[in-house]
């Protein structure tokens, strides 16, 4: 059960954009962002903004919905996008390689509840709900390890 908590109106696509390159020079190999919340809640533009200010030049970053796994040479770590919608068994994770991934490179993970028992301790949890507006999204941020502590106060303080 995730020990801190913050939460961060994002007005618009934008702004869940500019959060997301915002945090992109905060992760390191090893950091592990869960991310959750319904079918168009904005994961995959979360993650795609966020992988595209980690990469070292603009590369196309498309959803991983079909090949559940995409990987990137990032400027300080691999990236590794996966989507685990289309999962029937947490044990298809280890096929995908993925969890020997959460120890040495940076990863996204939407639909994390099909990771089961396999989701890290130390992840950042981040949940997309509907706003107020169409574009609008609450972001709520869950996690126990204190390592993020530092980043998420940064992050969620205008």
Not at 84 to 107: K, M, N, Q, W
Not at 143 to 148: G, H, L, R
């Amino acid at each position: 059960m995730p020990e801190h908590s913050a939460t961060k109106q994002l007005s618009s696509p934008d702004a869940t954009c500019a959060f997301a390159q915002a945090m992109a020079p905060l992760l390191k190999a090893g950091d592990v962002i869960l991310l959750s919340g319904g079918v168009g809640a904005g994961k995959t533009h979360f993650a795609r903004c966020l992988i595209q200010a980690l990469l070292p030049a603009p590369e196309d970053v498309p959803s991983p919905t079909y090949t559940l796994v995409q990987t990137y040479p990032g400027k300080t770590a691999e990236i590794w996008h996966a989507d685990l919608y289309r999962l029937s068994d947490p044990f298809e994770v280890i096929e995908l390689g993925l969890t020997e991934a959460f120890s040495d490179a940076i990863c996204l993970v939407e639909w994390p509840d099909r990771l089961a028992d396999m989701a890290p301790k130390t992840a950042l949890c981040l949940a997309l709900e509907p706003g107020e507006e169409d574009d609008q999204r609450l972001l709520r941020l869950s996690w126990s390890d204190a390592n993020w502590n530092d980043r998420v106060e940064g992050l969620c303080h205008d």
